[in-house]
């Protein structure tokens, strides 16, 4: 049976499909702009017997998220820039010890306490393994509220395929804005398969004991375990990267953006065409791998590229990375909470292609 | 022949790598001992913190979690609630639950969370080497208090007596005080803590028994000579009992007062 489109936040939809994915624990603490998320999960999870706490901080909810990940549930925490900041220590833990779970930020613009509008400004923190250690985990973009509901399941299917922290970065406007979303089937957490390597229910099976633990003291061992993540870091980056491309072809110019920026470049890109430029999109689904090969491609095909970001300059690091010195690669942004408007972006266009 | 006493299947059989006259070793024993006699050993997962007893999982042969220092009763929160029906052991030093961790263990009593904490007090940071904890008695020299524990001039702050802070909280039901320092106190400590984890499966709500125990290294003394440091100096301040016990069927109440917080 096909499922009705309802008119919904994304905050509302990453939680709903959250729940059809078949997360059995939530743990939040309350920051803006993700309450939504929470108050939803508080109502309805509850409501069909899972667990839901609203903890006494950041750092404990993703502890807690630890604890339940431990004891092999599909899990999840929510928060905003500066809460995210207080759950890396906990993400950091989770991927030393490969523990599957799903983080949302639903990023506002920093530093510090900054403000509560819209920013793309966690995306080092967000890419480069917020926390100490050497690690990444996988970085999911939504820049709709049915692509926020779509990414939130694949979420959870990848936190537990490749054992890691998956974490779905968002902004304030990617949360509170209402458009029509349709949500795929929902899945009984009971019905989903045991994790062998967690912890509990030993008495079913007489199997060996489980550690679930992110400690090496001794630096040789360490060093292997490290190095065996960074195999399946290389797996991942091989099968797992996304993105969209639009019009790349014809494009004098590429911009490069993702989540609510890819939303104003496309509008500049109308724009842009109703004056006969022809520019293109590449919009990086996944930010963590970072679609670094076709972006490569494309460069050496000769075209050049914008990075449009809310931020002072973040993501194009990688777009320079991925382009290795092949193409020329400019950058436009907003930060503080402010949105690039399309006529912005289109200005910025004209002045780099003198048109 | 029934064997009447012998090693407990719950604990490998293997040498600790704790210090000479260290009650961690000891501790561990009478909660494998309580684990076999309740039959749940297949049924149990610790969460071992960061200091000493780090090394836990390596000497417990049940599940275990090694989560961020402080934060085990968090974990130990997502790890219960996902698994109501196993006996879920958080075991926590005096810096990793009084300093680090205080919100996470205030809050997680506070809520009545079905786990039973092990508390060990011993005074000082023993892994890191002999810093001043926050149960450090005044006077009490460390590391990082090399005049003593001051809480006057140095502002070093005062011990922390966590079963009593705990205690005003609606969520704890059984809060107890044992020590590892001679046999009568060890059985006694025993009782305690089968008694906090057969009614962590009854249900019942927050449980936790804090263990005095000596840690002869960073107080710089023989093992004969910190225990009877231990006895002379932390049972007067840390007294020894049930704190609080409002377990059903139990008529005990709690040595301070104590709130339910809540409409009844």
New interface residues.
Partial sequence: MAEEKRLMKGNEAIAEAAIRAGC??Y?GYPITPQNELTAYMAKHMLDKKR?F?Q???E???I???????????R?MTSSSSPGISLKQ??IS?ACG?DLPCVVVNVARSGPGLGGISPGQADYFQSTRGGGHGDYFHIVLAPKSVQEAADLTYKAFELADQWRMPVMILADGLIGQMMEGVIFQPAIDPASLPRKPWA?????DT?RE???????HLVPAELEASVRARFKRYDQIKAVESRYEEVNVDKAELIMVGYGTSARVALGAMELARKQGIEVGLFRPITLWPFPDKRLGELAAKGKRFLSVEMSMGQMIEDVKLAVNGKAEVSFYGRCGGMIPTEEEVLAEIRRILKK | MELIYGHPKSLKPIQTKYCPGCGHGVIHRIIAEVIDEMGVQERSIITNPVGCSIWSDLYFDFDSVQPAHGRTPAASTGIKRMLPDHLVICYQGDGDLAAIGTAEIIHAANRGEKFTTIFVNNAIYGMTGGQMAPTTLIGQKATTAPYGRDPGEAGMGYPIQVCELLATLGGTKYLARGSVNNAANIRKTKQYIKKAFEAQLRGEGFTMVEVLSACPTNWGMQPVQAEEWLEGNMIPFYKLGEIKNTLAGSEGGTASSSTNGGAK
């Avoid at chain 1, 502890?63 to 549930?73: E, F, I, L, P």
């Avoid at chain 1, 912890?199 to 008495?203: D, L, M, N, V």
């Avoid at chain 1, 004991?209 to 400690?215: D, K, Q």
């Fill in positions: 059995s624990a743990f667990v706490i903890a006494e901080s750092v404990s909810a502890n807690m998220v630890y604890g339940a990940a431990a004891a092999g549930a899990t220590e906990g833990y010890a912890t509990g229910h030993q008495a007489h004991i489980n550690h679930i633990s992110s400690i």
